[in-house]
């Protein structure tokens, strides 16, 4: 890709705070006295769910207002229903009279109750009105954050109506965790199926390339998505660098049977992509995506569809991926959760925070 079309990407320059500490200065900067401020947090049972919430309730702003998105109990195991009680009654404790919780609506189609959510907040909640928006993705599933995330920079592109326009400061948390990642277990899929809110999978068939952003214990998931969509040409990320310098080949080995016996990919088309930066695995599924579609835009276009499996800072660079290039999302719903070792007190979390509109790129 040349100079110029890098130059084009929304996110060609960003701004990444990696770590608690940069994360509270990036938080000052943004959040401004007089302004209005939203935090837009879960009330489940991850234990991730409380770490920003608890860092930003002590940062005294004036005009503060959370909304906290109850994910939907999906046939969760017990431990980790007492860890949701838990959790929204310290949200309670630190925000009091500033926090409403949100329970998700009730749908027909589970893979769409992120965009049904996410039409309430704006109509109920205003949220396209507040200075600064702050979106901790650390306790919501995919299917919550990343439609609520689309609206907010949908609503910031060029070009929309000023009275539906968002033109606040948006800035992205997640916590990171490995720990935390291994102790939660997802039980019983449900079948495979495409995020709402994004691009859909085209009504004529088209070349299929699938991209799965590859993660330890997703085996039951992938096979799902495979079967789904029939891909013609397979391109897996692999978090590289990584904090485990082995863990490339430990994903390999761990998928290799569908990958490799099955799928049959070529080598060639590993993607790798740094295990603590979103922005470069977000430029490398843009590239990608527009490399096939010229390539193959003779024989009809391509369709790529790219599934995240690994850890939530790197779902963020699928998020915004899949936002600025048309990628479809592909989903596989839990039909239940384990936690496993509830009161763990070996946990080491690291907050990033990414800021994705307003000030910076003005």
Known sequence: MSVADSAQLRWYDYVLAEGTEQSELLWTGACREGQRVLLICGSGFDPRTLDTPRRISAQDWKDLSVLALRPGASGEHEDAEEAS????????????????????????????????????????????????????????????????????????????????????????????????????????????????GFARLPDQSRTCIWVPVLGSGASEELRALATLLEPDEVCPVIPFPSRDPRRGDDLVLEHRVLLIDELQFEPRNVLYASETNPFDLYRQLVWLAQRYRTALEPLGGATVVVSEHTSKILSLGVLLAAHEAKIVIGYVRPMAYQLVDPVSNDRRPSIYTAWLTGEPYA
């Open 85 to 196: 009680r838990n959790n929204a009654a310290e949200l309670r404790l630190l925000f009091g009279e500033r926090l409403n919780i949100v329970s998700s609506p009730t749908v027909q189609d589970p893979n769409t109750v992120g965009t049904v959510l996410s039409r309430q907040l704006q109509s109920e909640y205003h949220v396209l009105d507040f200075d600064t928006v702050i979106v901790d993705m650390s306790g919501l599933p995919s299917s919550i954050s990343f439609t609520v995330l689309q609206l907010l920079l949908q609503q910031s592109l060029p070009g929309v109506p000023s009275d539906k326009r968002f033109d606040g400061n948006l800035l992205v948390t997640v916590s990171e965790d490995v720990s935390t990642d291994e102790r939660i277990i997802a039980s019983g899929l449900g079948s495979a199926g495409i995020l709402a």
